[in-house]
């Protein structure tokens, strides 16, 4: 850890982008001003605390709990659109240890993340999976970590839609030229043994551009959205 003293009006430079100055001190609370490019996204570290528990606990699911969700929604939840199958020809690419057992994935579904997801981001190749035993949901399956498995949704289906201004910073990263472009799917948390509690974390969801196969989540700064939307709020 590298420790400093600073004056208010200094500040420190990280990378190329990111300048902390003090503004102002107040009996033992510091006040910071952070200057970073729109695409860098600044937190607390209580909020980012709780974000990356989210994707975590979006991985411990149970099928158990997920086979009662599937009955709680019924057909109160729109049906998740067909995933377009891949030709024959298309190589594949084998999991023994997935939640699914073995399966057999077509290369032309891996996507990949450079900076990973938020608690896991020493993994950067995952497949968008549709099977059966998971619908109207996903699964974003990891390559390199076959027993990692995230459940998401389209939050579209959920009746909550991102305002498409507050997904522009992603873009260039995904090659994307506008937002209509992307895929946005959210984390679902199934508490263990209450299905009916199960939440959507809408602060920071996933993006894909399935034309270059790059995806990237986000962290949406704004009230509107919570990280424990109800998907059952009856």
């Known amino acids: 850890m590298l420790i400093l003293t600073r004056k208010i009006g200094e500040g420190v430079t990280i990378g190329d982008e990111v300048r902390v100055v003090v503004l102002e001190l107040r009996g033992k609370q510091v006040r910071l001003g952070i200057e970073a490019p729109v695409g860098v996204v600044v937190l607390r ?4 605390q709780r974000l990356l528990q989210e994707n975590r606990q979006a991985a411990a699911f149970v099928f158990s709990d997920l086979q009662a969700l599937q009955r709680l929604v019924g057909r109160d939840l729109l049906a998740a659109g067909p995933l377009p199958p891949s030709p024959p020809q298309v190589p594949r690419l084998r999991l023994d240890r997935s939640r699914l057992g073995a399966i057999q994935i077509p290369e032309d579904r891996i996507i990949f993340f450079r900076q990973g997801l938020l608690g896991f981001a020493e993994f950067h190749r995952y497949a968008l999976l549709a099977p059966p ?14 027993e990692l498995a995230l459940l998401v949704a389209e939050p579209s289906r959920l009746g909550a839609r991102f305002k498409e201004g507050r997904l522009h910073s992603a873009l260039k990263e995904l090659k994307a030229q506008a937002p209509e472009e992307l895929q946005v799917f959210v984390t679902l948390t199934i508490p263990p043994g209450r299905p009916a509690e199960t939440t959507a ?6 993006l894909i551009n399935p ?6 989540q986000v962290v949406l700064e704004s009230h509107d959205f919570s990280q424990k939307h109800p998907l059952l709020p009856n």
Request: proline share 13%; net charge negative; with cysteine.
């Open 211 to 216: 034309g270059p196969r790059l995806g990237k």
């Open 45 to 48: 570290d209580e909020i980012f």
């Open 133 to 146: 035993d998971t619908a109207p949901f996903f699964l974003l399956q990891c390559l390199e970590h076959p």
């Open 201 to 206: 974390n809408l602060v920071s969801p996933i």
